[in-house]
């Protein structure tokens, strides 16, 4: 695909103000930067074209609404970059998150640990899921499948992907 759609740059936009504010940190700002460098080459697919399997129960994800959980996304979200250095700048910048649409962050549990994260934004064309991290235990199409399972019990219909 040769554009970014539109609900991609809505979603960038709202990560990129994260850390719109007076006196962002340094290493806010560096984990900003590097955040962007690995989801620039991100591919977006329509729901249908996932394969996977509703594995998880809904029970089992949560939409994070409190700093604790902010934290467990972020830490997540970290472990896709191999460096410690380049996990500690993703850290500072996913955990200073506030929570308002049109996105949400999810988190799925097992055994009470976080085992899979995700950002879902909802738009009036669409509803994208993105930003999927995943402990090696689960199935991230699986997970996509779950997650949207839950949202349309919600009903919210799922459009697209990012991965």
Not at 74 to 87: E, F, G, I, R, T
């Amino acid at each position: 695909m040769d554009t970014v759609p539109a609900i991609v740059v809505t979603k960038n936009d709202w990560l990129h103000n994260q850390v719109e504010v007076d006196y962002p940190t340094k290493e806010s700002l560096k984990g900003r930067e590097l955040y962007f460098s690995r989801y620039n080459n991100a591919l977006v697919y329509a729901l249908d074209e996932i394969e996977g399997a509703a594995t998880m129960s809904a029970d089992d994800i949560f939409v994070v609404d409190f700093h604790r959980l902010t934290v467990m996304f972020s830490l997540l979200q970290a472990k896709l970059w191999p460096s410690q250095d380049d996990q500690d700048l993703i850290l500072e910048f996913l955990s200073q998150i506030i929570y308002s649409s049109p996105c949400e962050l999810y988190l799925a549990f097992a055994d009470g640990a976080p085992v899979a994260a995700a950002l879902v934004t909802k738009t009036e064309d669409g509803c994208l899921i993105s930003d999927v991290s995943c402990d090696s235990q689960v199935n991230i199409n699986d997970f996509v499948m779950s997650l949207s399972a839950k949202l349309q019990a919600q009903g919210i219909q799922v459009t697209d992907v990012e991965l």
